[in-house]
């Protein structure tokens, strides 16, 4: 069974410009995660969806950015514009069904460079 | 709202040299613990997790963390390392009742030199 996929793997993009990753999460699975973390620091939670609707979107640093999961399959994450503190490693997760018991399985991660 | 602490950023050990990875959560009420470690160049992945019962969780790898809930610490522990432990670790908190995101700690960069 394929895991969690992400693309690209890395991106490096200019102060200003978009860019948008991509989750692909287990079959099956769904809720689906998005968090960061910035470098050295913490993994932070940005949202939260289940099939195609936003269940919790509170991690969301600001209306640069924006989630998408039409279809209740993939999931994407845009940057627009992209400024120099966004940088840092993105991650989805996905789970078979919300809750405390259940294991969230991570994708690799997007390592995004903003010059 | 919950928050975690890594104390060990950086950990540098030989083989055979036995393990600690301290952290500490603050959260007043019920909680999920986990430890996730993501090798190099791979997935973060579930390493052990805690939810209720025996308070000493053994996970894969020969690693082991204890749950101490008057110290709200969740030690991990590996009594003799390999190199292939070389990887960064994380410890997570969830809260019982609430919306289940884990709460995660900065990481703990694990070198083990052969």
Redesign the interface.
């Given at each position: 069974e394929a895991?969690?996929t992400q693309f690209p793997s890395h991106s490096v993009i200019e102060k200003g410009q978009t860019v948008t990753l991509r989750c692909d999460p287990i079959s099956g699975h769904d809720n689906l995660?998005w968090?960061r973390?910035v470098m050295?620091?913490?993994?932070?939670?940005l949202l939260?969806f289940v099939k195609e609707s936003k269940q919790?979107e509170s991690g969301m640093p600001n209306n640069r950015f924006l989630a998408e999961r039409t279809g209740g399959t993939y999931s994407t994450l845009k940057v627009q514009p992209a400024e120099l503190e966004d940088s840092g490693v993105y991650?989805c997760?996905s789970s078979q069904v919300?809750?405390?018991?259940?294991?969230?399985?991570?994708?690799?991660?997007t390592r995004l460079t903003v010059l | 709202a919950q928050s975690?602490s890594q104390h060990n950023?950086h950990v540098i050990l030989s083989e055979a040299a036995s393990l600690e990875l301290g952290c500490n959560y603050s959260y007043g009420g019920t909680v999920?613990l986990f430890w996730?470690v993501q090798y190099p160049g791979?997935?973060?992945?579930?390493l052990l997790?805690y939810?209720s019962g025996d308070p000493l969780v053994k996970g894969i790898k020969g690693f082991e963390a204890e749950f101490i809930k008057s110290k709200f610490s969740f030690n991990l522990r590996k009594p003799s390392v390999q190199w292939s432990d070389t990887a960064e670790y994380?410890c997570?908190v969830?809260?019982?009742g609430g919306?289940?995101?884990?709460?995660?700690?900065?990481?703990t960069s694990l070198i083990v030199h052969p």
């Open positions: 895991g969690v995660y968090y973390r050295g620091k913490e993994i932070k939670f939260h919790d991650f997760a919300a809750g405390g018991h259940n294991e969230q399985f991570f994708g690799p991660g | 975690v950023h999920n996730y791979q997935h973060l992945q579930l997790k939810f994380f997570a969830n809260a019982w919306s289940y995101i884990p709460t995660f700690g900065r990481g």
